[in-house]
């Protein structure tokens, strides 16, 4: 099975994502699974399905657990596991399982393994790196060269330290270090207050993370209703410049448009309830390579 990415923009191939069961939003306290809300399960299966349709339109292959024999009576006892990004760093040529920080998330990443070989991806190109707690949402690509790697929070120092020697001496790409939210309030991740479009296109929340990132034309968002409460910068790149972005945020729309990013919009208001969107759902199985 083709594995690689090394790049944000690379022409997505292929993603993987999870379908949850009823059962899993089954919970009382949202808090306790640090969601926000309580969602509705039938709305997010059909936000879910929307997004589907709209990826497999964009010309990406979807992958996802509907039909494992697992997900029933495993997934069932994690409700973060819609967050699939999380679980795993997606190198050029392997997938680097991660180690969730929060106890409610610990055990995902095993469901993750299982589900991995199911659809076909093989032993020797899945890794590990066996330091601290780090998830893949920390770990975005400045360039095919060049990552950036926050820590400080679900990203401890010493696994930043170590995904950056990985990278290194596996790959030759250098890391940057960012501590992009130490105040453990959402975004919880470095890539819920940045993102790349392209090697000259990027977007920021200023007021969490002023940096750049070197990058020449960067849209600095305020902390408006569109992206705090409706996570309109929770956004996956397709293509280069071309994104996928949730409904009825016209002015986050209209910021992005200004950059000469192309904007696909799919409903998303349920899926939020999480604490997440598109961006956190979406892993990325492979990229074309830049």
Not at 168 to 174: A, C, D, E, Q, V
Not at 225 to 251: A, H, R, W, Y
Request: a negative charge; proline letters at 3%.
């Amino acid at each position: 099975m083709d594995i690689g990415v090394n790049s944000e923009f690379g022409k997505l191939k292929s993603a993987l994502l999870h379908v949850p069961t009823r059962q899993e939003f089954a919970f009382d306290d949202a808090a306790d699974m640090m969601f926000l809300n309580k969602p509705d399960y039938d709305k997010v299966l059909y936000e879910i399905n929307c997004y589907i349709e709209l990826l497999e339109s964009l010309g990406v292959q979807v992958y996802t657990d509907y039909g494992f024999k697992l997900r029933s009576e495993y997934a069932k006892d994690y409700p973060n596991l819609i967050y699939m990004k999380d679980l795993a760093i997606v190198t050029p040529d392997k997938i680097i399982l991660c180690r969730p920080y929060h106890k409610v998330r610990q055990g995902e990443e095993k469901y993750l393994y299982k589900l991995l070989k199911h659809i076909g991806v093989e032993e020797y190109k899945i890794d590990y790196i066996p330091v601290g707690t780090h998830e893949a949402a920390d770990v975005i690509w400045l360039s095919s060269q060049r990552l950036m790697v926050n820590n400080g929070y679900r990203t401890s120092r010493d696994a930043a330290l170590a995904i950056a020697e990985y990278f290194s001496g596996n790959y030759n790409i250098s890391s940057a270090f960012i501590s992009g939210n130490l105040n453990h309030t959402i975004p919880q991740h470095i890539q819920g207050s940045k993102h790349v479009f392209s090697l000259e296109n990027a977007a920021i929340r200023e007021e969490l993370n002023d940096w750049t990132m070197n990058i020449k034309n960067v849209y600095k968002f305020k902390e408006t209703d569109e992206i705090v409460k409706q996570f309109s910068l929770n956004v996956i790149t397709v293509n280069e410049n071309e994104i996928i972005m949730p409904t009825g945020c016209p002015e986050t729309k209209a910021a992005y448009e200004s950059l000469g990013v192309t904007c696909h919009e799919s409903p998303m208001q349920e899926i939020t309830k999480g604490a997440g969107g598109f961006a956190c759902m979406t892993l990325f199985l492979n990229r074309k390579m830049i």
